[in-house]
T-cell receptor, first 116, second 113 residues
Framework: AQSVAQPEDQVNVAEGNPLTVKCTYS??????LFWYVQYPNRGLQFLLK??????LVKGSYGFEAEFNKSQTSFHLKKPSALVSDSALYFC??????????????FGRGTSLIVHP | DGGITQSPKYLFRKEGQNVTLSCEQN?????MYWYRQDPGQGLRLIYY???????QKGDIAEGYSVSREKKESFPLTVTSAQKNPTAFYLC????????????FGPGTRLTVL
């Protein structure tokens, strides 16, 4: 089965500083990777995805992610953090289930806290 | 206004009672999903459906049941057999292609008293 790992439960960063939220993956074959954000007591919102092509993927709200095949990583980045970026971030990978369906498998999530 | 809705937002249940969570989408998506979210555990897949009148168990299906009689609706029933049902439940939908991202509803917080 495909999987992703988010090694940090929490990331703290000062407003205006660059932020990185880490994700590593374990897949057989080509990985299809996603990032989502969740604000308190809300559903998840899609940020960006990597299917193929350019290793730097740009997404919503100024976020981007860098796909690194040699390091099996897909870290989420933003050049300048905002207090409003404080939320829970999930990395996900497309996983093939028995029966042939492709379903995302999610990481445990990383809480990003941006301090004023 | 297209989207995916869940109701109710908060739900309280006594032990031993079944309860049904609603999920409706008007995005014309073929696939729908139910996840359970607990602190520190991420999202765990309960059931999913790729087409009307068909659904499959996810990773934690025990104590839950679903139906998919209409394309736009995918209700989840939490039965009394679910030993620890207090959690945040999220419904999602997606176009059939496996490359597409999911669209999530706002969630239902279920508390068993």
């Amino acid at each position: 089965a495909q999987s992703v790992a988010q090694p940090e439960d929490q990331v703290n960063v000062a407003e205006g500083n660059p932020l990185t939220v880490k994700c590593t993956y374990s897949v057989s074959g080509n990985p299809y990777l996603f990032w989502y954000v969740q604000y308190p007591n809300r559903g998840l919102q899609f940020l960006l995805k990597y299917i193929t092509g350019d290793n730097l993927v740009k997404g919503s709200y100024g976020f981007e992610a860098e796909f690194n095949k040699s390091q099996t990583s897909f870290h989420l980045k933003k050049p300048s953090a905002l207090v409003s970026d404080s939320a829970l971030y999930f990395c996900a990978v497309r996983d093939r289930r028995s029966g042939g369906s492709y379903i995302p498998t999610f990481g445990r999530g990383t809480s990003l806290i941006v301090h004023p | 206004d297209g989207g995916i809705t869940q109701s109710p937002k908060y739900l309280f249940r006594k032990e031993g009672q079944n309860v049904t969570l609603s999920c409706e989408q008007n995005l014309n998506h073929d696939a729908m999903y139910w996840y359970r979210q607990d602190p520190g555990q991420g999202l765990r897949l309960i059931y999913y459906s790729q087409i009307v009148n068909d659904f499959q168990k996810g990773d934690i299906a025990e104590g839950y049941s679903v139906s998919r009689e209409k394309k736009e609706s995918f209700p989840l029933t939490v039965t009394s057999a679910q030993k620890n049902p207090t959690a945040f439940y999220l419904c999602a939908s997606a176009p059939q292609s496996s490359y597409n991202e999911q669209f999530f509803g706002p969630g239902t917080r279920l508390t068993v008293l």
